[in-house]
C-alpha cells in the first residue's frame, strides 16, 4: 500500500496544484451567487402613534433582524450590515396580534446586494396604557450624626416628582425616595441625591431591571439639611384642684420623664426643663386617677424642637386614692395631762377614748395611739363635770376626724388621778354638751376638728 502511495509522487502532487489552479481561473471567470446574512439592528418609525393615543410598547424578542441576501462571490467581502437599514412602522401595528412587518432598505452598494429579505419578516409589538403617577419624596437618613447633635430639618427641591411609564411598571414602585448620609455631621449640609424607587417591601427597584421604562420629570434632587444640638430636660408638671370628698391627690406619674429637644446652642443653654401647666392638669372633684394627654410641641420654646426619636404626646396619669378610716383607743397612758392642781383629784370619763383618723390606707394602717401625740389641760377646771377637749400632734399623713365625748370629773380631795370604771356622760369636742350618759362620737372635718378641740 505505501508503495502505491509513493509511486509517482511528484506527479500526484503536480496534479493537485493543476486543480486549484484550474478551479481559480472557473470562479474568476463565472463568479458565481451566493447566500449571505447579516444582524442589522431594528429601528422604530412613528412611535408618536402609540404614545399620542397614551400606550407605550416593547418589542418581543431581540431588537436586531436578520438581513439575508445574495451577492457574487467576489464582492461578499464588500457588503457590511451598515448597507442595510431595517424598520418597523408602528402605523402598519395589527392590532388584533400586535404585528408588525419589518421593512428592508439597502442603504450602501445597492449594485452587489441581491433579493435581500429580514428573517422574521415581522415582529411582535406588545403595547400598554402609559400611567402617569405623583410621588412625594420621601428621605431615608443613612448613619449617625456625631454624638450630641441631631438633624432638625431636611428640605428638598422638589419634594414632589411625577412619574410616567407603562402601568406594569408604574404599579411596582410603591414609593420614592433619595438616600443621604448623615454620618457623622455636626453642622448643615447640602448637596444632590438620586431618586430611588422602592418596592411595597422597601426594596430598591434599581437595579432589577423591571423598570427600565420609566420617566421621571426630575431624576436628581438637591437637599439642605439643618444639624442642631441636642439636650436632654426633664418634664416637670403643675397640678391644681383638690381631689373629691372622700378621695386624696397622691401624685403624678408619665410615659416619659424627659426627652431630646434640638436647638440651637445658645437657646438651649438655659432650658433644663419643659413646663406642664396647671389649665391642662386639674384634679378638681376626682375620684379616680385622671389621664391626660399632652402635646409637648405646644409647650416647647421659640426655636425648639422634639428630637426626631421622641414622641410629641405623653401620657399623663393624676393619681387619686380613697381615703378610709381607721379607730385607735386611747388609754390613761396615752394621753399627756397637764395642768394638774395638787388639791384636786381628777377623773376621766369613760375611761377609754376612741379616736378616728381618716388618711392613705398606707399612711395610717401602722398608726399606734402613742403616735396621735393626744394632750388634755386640767388647768381651770373646776369642781364637777367638765368637757374634756383633746389636743393632737400635728400630721400630713392623716387628719382626725372624730373622737369619742368626755368629761373630766374633778373633787377636792387628794391629788390622785383617779380613773372611772362606770359608765359616764359623752360630749361633743365642738359643742361640749353632755350627751345623757351615753357614748357618743363627734364627726369633724380635718384641720377644723382640731381647731375646736385647741380652742
Known amino acids: 500500500m505505501k508503495e502505491k502511495l509513493l509511486n509517482n509522487l511528484g506527479l500526484k502532487i503536480l496534479s493537485i496544484f493543476v486543480a486549484f489552479f484550474v478551479w481559480l481561473v472557473v470562479m474568476n471567470v463565472s463568479n458565481p451567487m451566493v447566500d449571505d446574512s447579516k444582524e442589522v439592528p431594528l429601528e422604530i418609525k412613528n412611535e408618536e402613534v402609540l404614545t399620542s393615543a397614551g400606550r407605550t410598547y416593547e418589542i418581543s424578542g431581540k431588537n436586531t433582524v436578520t438581513v439575508r441576501y445574495e451577492t457574487h462571490t467576489r464582492d461578499s467581502y464588500r457588503v457590511q450590515a451598515s448597507d442595510f437599514r431595517a424598520y418597523i412602522d408602528l402605523a402598519d401595528l395589527y392590532d388584533v396580534t400586535g404585528s408588525v412587518p419589518v421593512n428592508i432598505e439597502i442603504v450602501n452598494n445597492k449594485s452587489l446586494i441581491y433579493s435581500a429579505e429580514a428573517r422574521p419578516g415581522v415582529v411582535r409589538v406588545v403595547t400598554e396604557e402609559i400611567q402617569s403617577k405623583p410621588f412625594d419624596i420621601q428621605v431615608r437618613e443613612i448613619g449617625t450624626e456625631m454624638d450630641g447633635y441631631a438633624i432638625s430639618e431636611v428640605k428638598l427641591s422638589p419634594s414632589k416628582v411625577t412619574l410616567e411609564g407603562p402601568v406594569s411598571q408604574v404599579g411596582l414602585i410603591s414609593r420614592v425616595g433619595v438616600e443621604i448620609d448623615k454620618t457623622g455631621l455636626s453642622a448643615n449640609k447640602t448637596g444632590t441625591a438620586k431618586l430611588v424607587f422602592y418596592d411595597a417591601n422597601g426594596n430598591s427597584l434599581m ?143 369613760p375611761t377609754q377614748i376612741d ?101
Open 207 to 349: 437595579d432589577s431591571g423591571k423598570i427600565d421604562r420609566i420617566q421621571v420629570d426630575s431624576p436628581e434632587v438637591e437637599y439642605q439639611l439643618t444639624v442642631d444640638k441636642v439636650k436632654e430636660v426633664s418634664l416637670d408638671f403643675e397640678v391644681t384642684g383638690s381631689a373629691g370628698t372622700g378621695y386624696q391627690y397622691v401624685g403624678v406619674t408619665s410615659s416619659v420623664k424627659s426627652v431630646k429637644v434640638n436647638g440651637a446652642k445658645d437657646t438651649l443653654a438655659d432650658l433644663t426643663k419643659i413646663t406642664i401647666p396647671a389649665t391642662e392638669l386639674d384634679v378638681s372633684g376626682a375620684t379616680a386617677d385622671k389621664v391626660v394627654t399632652i402635646n409637648l410641641t405646644s409647650y416647647l420654646p421659640e426655636g425648639v424642637t422634639l428630637a426626631e426619636s421622641e414622641s410629641p404626646t405623653v401620657e399623663v396619669r393624676l393619681r387619686v386614692e380613697k381615703l378610709i378610716n381607721r379607730t385607735i383607743t386611747l388609754t390613761e397612758s396615752d394621753i399627756v395631762l397637764s395642768g394638774q392642781s395638787e388639791s384636786m383629784t381628777y377623773r376621766l370619763n
Open 355 to 455: 379616736v378616728t383618723i381618716q388618711g392613705l390606707a398606707e399612711n395610717i394602717n401602722g398608726v399606734e395611739a402613742s403616735q396621735l401625740g393626744a394632750s388634755l389641760n386640767l388647768s381651770g377646771l373646776s369642781v364637777g363635770s367638765n368637757r374634756g377637749v383633746l389636743k393632737f400632734a400635728d400630721s400630713n399623713a392623716y387628719r382626725i376626724v372624730s373622737y369619742t365625748v368626755f368629761t373630766v370629773e374633778v373633787s377636792s380631795q387628794a391629788p390622785v388621778m383617779i380613773i372611772g370604771t362606770s359608765p359616764a356622760e359623752t360630749e361633743s369636742p365642738e359643742t361640749g354638751s353632755p350627751a345623757g350618759g351615753q357614748n357618743e362620737t363627734t364627726e369633724s372635718s380635718g384641720v377644723a376638728t382640731e381647731s375646736s378641740a385647741q380652742n
